[in-house]
């Protein structure tokens, strides 16, 4: 789970460089993963989250400890972006790219 969380999923949730603008719908240069793969993340992450019980355990066995990678706080972060709207970066987005954006965030509530 600490490498398959960050590597495929969180991945996708958060962008290249670290920034400030993870989980967009279109591919860009701070986030390379389309539409198609974030829907994928979101669902796979959805199926994840109906089991409590992996909750409890991504936090406290990865964001309890001082030294740990945070999967958990992570993960919520870049949900709540997408879910917000903050993940377009894109300056005039066209009409396929808002109804993807608004999809995603459909998905991520």
């Known amino acids: 789970v600490g490498v398959f969380f960050p590597m495929i999923l969180l ?3 958060e962008p290249v460089g670290g920034g400030s603008n993870p989980g967009t ?3 860009s240069p701070s986030n390379p993963v389309g539409a198609g793969q974030m829907s994928v993340v979101l669902k796979c992450l959805k199926e994840q989250c109906n089991d409590g ?3 409890v355990d ?3 066995n990865y964001d ?3 030294e740990g990678s ?3 706080e ?3 972060s870049g949900l709540v972006r997408i879910a917000q709207g903050h993940g377009n970066t894109v300056d005039n987005p066209t009409k396929q790219q808002l109804e993807q954006e608004g999809m995603l965030q459909t998905m991520a509530t």
């Open 53 to 55: 019980q992996l909750l």
């Open 25 to 27: 719908a279109s591919a």
């Open 74 to 76: 992570r993960m919520v």
């Open 70 to 72: 945070n999967l958990f």
């Open 11 to 13: 991945r996708a949730l």
């Open 58 to 60: 991504l936090f406290v």
């Open 64 to 66: 309890c400890d001082l």
